[in-house]
């Protein structure tokens, strides 16, 4: 690692301020990714932020027609959640899915989408949620909060304190984890309701995740697997690594797409 | 440097340090508790599993200065040559380990799992809660085993009190 300096604030203004003070100083929420981006030499920042001693970032609650989670929950508080589970049961499974137990014991919401790793698991449950997302200063649909690939639109000096999760609707999320990391090679969150229907899919994107619109106009047209087998991506817009290529990536997406939709006709919920 | 107090096995530790060491560095080479291993120092082995504030948590993974007044349990802490934790006990008993590497993080990760799920997890959970520590020689069968028989152990009345019990 290259040296830093950390500071533990114990209020939101002094943690702004750090990052006003310094322009290189980072937020560190869980740690999951960054300390390892660290480790690797892959960071620089001159300055850590540590949010975990920053009171009101934490929690659960139902507010009106919404679910809100705290910026700093950790993953393994939403996937054991009987309150995530009644409201958005897709959620709770889908937080119980990301990397292993101990890294759902310090990972947390808002160091997830901030990074927004294009094949993360959360930043496809907030577009296919049409979720909010409540910073220090302003909110912002999830439409317009992922901007590419580990790229928000979050201010340098902007702090995520909450999501908000609209309950309604019938939602799943299909996901295909590498076998090593679990990132998902690729991973569908797809969700019906009044509106129509969303498809978001993580993993895959070179630009991260994206709205697969073609698929939700299939659907809305005929809510089955079968309205999806002429419908495709393209390869050459998705992800090619060591572990698949893009057209194996491509068709994969469409694979956890179907089964997702074939598991909201079975059972309506995860 | 950060001065740092916490507690350590039940013995509170004060100690100052570069803000880059990790919680495994602060285990291992300043306490000298060298029972937590590290693996692939990429956190996906788990052999570093340690619990902090009573959950499992990967020691690679966490800065030293993040647990600033936390409790930490490792495998030096859970129990004694002469008084084995009964997971301890339970991966003797079950032939859970071949060189013994990836054990202390197979421990913790099997106490944690007891404790979440009680004392009777069944086989798909106890391999699915395993996803992240890695056994490297044999494979997975008596390992799965041990932590079945150790939730069970755990579970039961005992004369022994373990630190593990209110960790």
Redesign the interface.
Known sequence: ?F????H?PVELASAHALLVANEEAKL?AG??TL??T??QRLASPSD?V?L?RVPGLTGIAREGGALVIGAMTRH?EVA?SQQVAAAIPALADLAGRI?????R??GTLGGSIANNDPSADYPAACLGLDATIVTDRRELAAGDFFLGLFETALEPDEIILSVRFPIGGTATYAKFANP???YAMAGAFLWRGEEGVRVAITGAGQNGVFRWSAAETALVADFSPAALVDIGLDGDEMIADIHGSGAYRAHLAGVMTRRAVARILERGSP | MQTLTLTVNGAAVTLTLDERTLLVELLRDRLRLTGTHVGCDTSQCGACTVHLDGVAVKSCAVLAVQAEGAEILTIEGIGSAEHLHPMQAAFREHHGLQCGFCTPGMIMAGIDIASRHGPAPDEPTVRAELEGNLCRCTGYHNIVLAIQAGARAMGAPSPVSSPAATA
């Open positions: 690692m040296p830093f300096t950390y533990r560190l740690g999951q300390i390892a660290l480790k850590l540590d975990a393994a054991a990397g292993d137990p101990a890294v014991n310090r090593a990391s679990r």
